[in-house]
């Protein structure tokens, strides 16, 4: 027997044929209880896409194939043990085809629109702009990339882009997140407080910037700072204000060549007021207590709160006609954003909301650093009180304290970004980008689908972290998209993609449902309707796609698993019969005989 012949039949052996089959059915046991614990992704890559995962498919296919080697030339009564044998082979075969040439990805559209190309899932690609090609350098990370779930250093020699400029990938967290820092060394004036409201003891503090809020426990705490210390003390003090001043809404005051006029919002709301013997008059077409854009870029009211109190007025005259707009908190929108030409009117509006906190808690600073808190609770009376730093103060809120920590005068926001563990399930991963050019060398980390501004000397890049993409082949478009609810809820039951699918090369046009189990194919892609996201006033459906040429290999290697398994049934029944013939035979010949 020659040595191949002895390596053969001991790899092909049903001994280690079973050691093989007990690693899988263990392996595939825990990758079963680690997904159910950690998700689908963090098992596809600690077990089926790891190196020994597959190196244990490779060791199966190995061992079926000696299995038939060993045993050449065949026999008839082999043929259901070749075929069997031969359909594993086959089955394994497609599944690396699917896995080497075929895609999985997903698309995300809207209501409307249109799409040409997805994003390969497990492909990912670093994008470098810099401002002068047409299109970004694009780098595979999959060339150098760890496994996707396990931070790590990565040596990696880099890659020369253009000149003298060179990228290079240094480190790679499978998750991560942004953390802030406020430090005082901004090179502009920026106010910020440091502030903690809360039980006694208990501090967890906020940076609060000026002119912001952020909210503490539930409620919402704002810092304002007040050029003028009589309008502080009147803010404090709203007995303080005169009379005049102290319309239900707010008062305007117009300033016409070195003249000034002035009446309560309501006197000109809707009807003329004369300015003096100007001959002009002035009207409020609207009044908004809280304005802001909307999406048509129109100023619209969000709410009837005294948030951003916004007015228009009409200025009319013998000849002319003049709109202007007015912020209450922004005096100074109308040279901000006035029109091209002179305009003959100063118009000023003081809201009485200015008097009423635009927050449940709001800490107003003066010029001289001089600071107080002003608490308005809903259904209770509104409260000022001194603030100093270090001190805490009492709220109408049952146990909890107001504490400015520390004051900022040029405060800035330094991010960092931080590692996450355990990874969790809807992860961010993060490289760390290094750009050399012309002598300079700039460094930063990128999270995905984050576009990144870096400064290389003098040179500004762009850089992305993101999913490769790959053309459909044809251009698809998401028409509606439909949620179903359970009865008496809002729980949702099914959602579905409503879609047209145009193929440019021969411009035939496909009208299509997509839902949770029925897919729709269109050309080597298969769509799966797989999840969607709702974001603000829109949602947005995503499409799984995937192309899996090794299926119809897979689907004949099934079919001649079970060929081979009823032709070894087949033969055993009819060697198992012809054995009993024989038997039969033998024994009545010995019977003759003894006759």
């Known amino acids: 027997m020659s040595r191949t012949h002895t390596v053969l039949r001991a790899v092909g052996s049903l001994w280690f044929a079973g050691v093989l089959l007990a690693l899988l059915l263990v392996a595939m046991a825990c990758a079963t209880v680690f997904e159910s614990l950690k998700g689908t992704e963090p098992a596809l890559g600690e077990f089926y896409h790891s190196w020994w ?38 089955t394994l075969g497609g599944a690396l085809v699917t896995e080497y040439l075929g895609s999985r990805g997903q698309v995300g559209l809207i209501e409307g629109q249109t799409a040409s190309q997805f994003s390969l899932a497990g492909h990912e690609t670093l994008l470098i702009d ?6 970004p350098y694009a780098i595979d990370l999959g060339e150098f990339l760890p496994t996707r779930l396990k931070q790590a250093e990565i040596r990696w020699a880099g890659r020369q882009l253009s000149g003298s400029t060179r ?50 426990g539930g409620v919402e705490v704002a810092f304002r700072r007040v050029e003028d210390r009589a309008e502080l003390h009147r803010l404090v003090n709203p007995a303080s204000a005169p009379s005049s001043q102290l319309s239900s809404k707010g008062f305007i005051t117009v300033e016409y060549q ?16 004369p300015l003096g013997e100007t001959g002009f008059t002035a009207r409020v077409l609207r009044y908004l207590p809280h304005a802001t854009v909307g999406t048509d870029n129109q100023v619209v009211n969000a709410s009837d709160r005294p948030v951003n109190p916004y007015v228009e007025v009409e200025f009319a005259g013998p000849e002319s006609k003049e709109t202007q707009r007015a912020f209450a908190r922004f005096p100074e929108f109308s040279t901000m954003h006035g029109s091209a030409k002179a305009q003959s009117f100063k118009l000023t509006f003081k809201s009485s ?33 001194p603030l100093e730093v270090g001190e805490p103060v009492g ?39 290094r750009l050399s050019a012309a002598g300079s060398t700039n460094e930063a ?40 609810y359970y009865p008496g809820g809002m729980r949702p039951r099914s959602f579905e993609s409503h879609v047209t699918v145009v193929h440019p090369a021969t411009g035939r046009t496909e009208s299509r449902v ?40 897979v689907f004949v290697g099934y079919i001649a698993m079970i060929v081979g398994m009823l032709v070894v049934l087949g033969t055993r029944v009819a060697t198992g019969r012809r054995r009993a013939a024989w038997v039969a035979g033998s024994g009545a010949g010995n019977r003759k005989a003894e006759k």
């Open 53 to 90: 995962f597959r190196l244990l498919l490779v060791g199966i296919g190995i061992n079926v194939l000696a299995a038939v080697l060993v045993r050449l030339p065949l026999t008839a009564r082999q043929a259901g043990f070749f075929i069997t044998h031969l359909s594993i082979l086959v």
């Open 130 to 135: 810099d401002g002068k090609k047409q299109d």
């Open 167 to 216: 990228v290079e990938v240094l480190r790679y967290v499978p998750d991560s997140t942004w953390e802030p820092k406020t430090t005082n060394d901004s090179p502009v004036v920026q106010r910020a407080l440091e502030i903690a409201f809360g039980p006694a003891g208990q501090r967890e503090p906020h940076w609060v910037f000026a002119g912001q809020s952020v909210s503490m």
């Open 258 to 273: 070195g003249q000034t006029f002035g009446f309560p919002l309501e006197q000109g709301l809707g009807k003329p007021v």
């Open 353 to 385: 909301a200015e008097e009423t906190p635009s927050t449940p808690v709001e800490v107003l600073e003066g010029t001289d650093g001089e600071m107080y808190v002003r608490f308005s609770p809903r259904g209770a009376e509104h409260s000022a009180q």
């Open 395 to 433: 709220s109408p809120w049952p146990g909890r304290q107001l504490t400015v920590i520390r004051r900022y005068d040029h405060a800035r926001v330094d991010w960092t970004l931080l590692p996450v563990e355990p990874v969790r399930e809807s992860r961010t991963p993060a490289v760390l980008v």
């Open 445 to 484: 980390w990128v999270q995905k689908y984050q576009r990144r501004p870096l400064m290389v000397g003098s040179n500004r890049y762009e850089v992305s972290y993101v999913d490769a993409s790959r053309p459909l082949g044809f251009e698809l478009t998401l028409d509606r998209f439909r949620i179903g």
């Open 514 to 553: 997509i839902s949770m189990n029925h897919p729709a194919k269109f050309g080597r892609y298969t769509l799966y309707q797989s999840s969607y996201r709702q974001e603000k006033a829109k949602t947005v459906s995503f499409l799984s796609v995937s192309s899996d040429p090794g299926q119809p290999i």
